[in-house]
């Protein structure tokens, strides 16, 4: 049984980082073919990719956000880590993880309940 | 990379049947056969309904198809029913990334 769960910061400051942890279980991100991504959303609008991590340390980005984000991955751990730098109030959303369907899959199957970050001074 | 477009809101009856729509580009969704749908109810996580543009995961009721023609996919929900209502976002692969829809509120009258 696949699970992810988001933890880290309710509330950050204007020009501060963000680091999000997702931490997994049901699935391991040494095997072949596994990836993990973020997701967020503001309130009362769309969702938005972020990120997403491989099981080969592949990583990939927004185009948008790319210069903002770095995505890592603790084995050992079973988790995958999230950092925006110089968040913005209109970086508040929900931050959601999720696990990609499997190899070769372009799809998430199991997301986390998320967790909702507010950018205030 | 823009986000792809659907309707803001669509509404059937119970019984009925309702297709919202999603418009790509030969970059994302006319590029790969990787579009899928995620059903959100209120204050909880996406649930994947169809992946691969047209198949359902184990679990999701076959009243829930896809398709794509183009640069356009398409969720259709057959025999609507009350708990179907919810928001419905399309996302497709890119090449090395992912781009979600702007989201379709689907409401059942």
């Known amino acids: 049984q696949i699970t992810l769960k988001e933890s880290g910061p309710t509330l950050v400051k204007p020009t501060q980082t963000l680091t999000l942890t997702c931490t997994f279980s049901g699935f391991s991100l040494s095997t072949s073919g596994v990836g993990v991504g973020w997701i967020r959303q503001p309130p009362g609008k769309a969702l938005e990719w972020l990120a997403l991590i491989y099981w080969n340390d592949d990583k990939r980005y927004s185009p948008s956000l790319k210069s903002r984000l770095t995505i890592t991955k603790d084995t050992s751990k079973n988790q995958v880590v999230l950092t925006m730098t110089n968040m913005d109030p209109v970086d508040t959303a929900t931050y959601y993880c999720?696990?990609?369907?499997?190899?070769?899959?372009?799809?998430?199957?199991?997301w986390g309940q998320g967790t909702l970050v507010t950018v205030s001074s | 990379q823009s986000a792809l477009t659907q309707p803001r809101s669509v509404s059937g009856s119970p019984g009925q049947s309702v297709t919202i729509s999603c418009t790509g580009t030969s970059s994302d969704v006319g590029g790969y056969n990787y579009v899928s749908w995620y059903q959100q109810h209120p204050g909880k996580a996406p649930k994947l309904m169809i992946y691969d543009v047209s198949k359902r995961p184990s679990g999701v009721p076959d009243r829930f198809s896809g398709s794509k023609s183009g640069n356009t996919a398409s969720l259709t929900i057959s025999g609507l029913q009350a708990e179907d209502e919810a928001d419905y976002y399309c996302c497709s692969y890119a090449g090395s990334s992912w781009v979600f829809g702007g989201g379709t509120k689907l409401t059942v009258l």
């Open positions: 999720a696990h990609r369907g499997g190899w070769v899959a372009a799809h998430f199957d199991y």
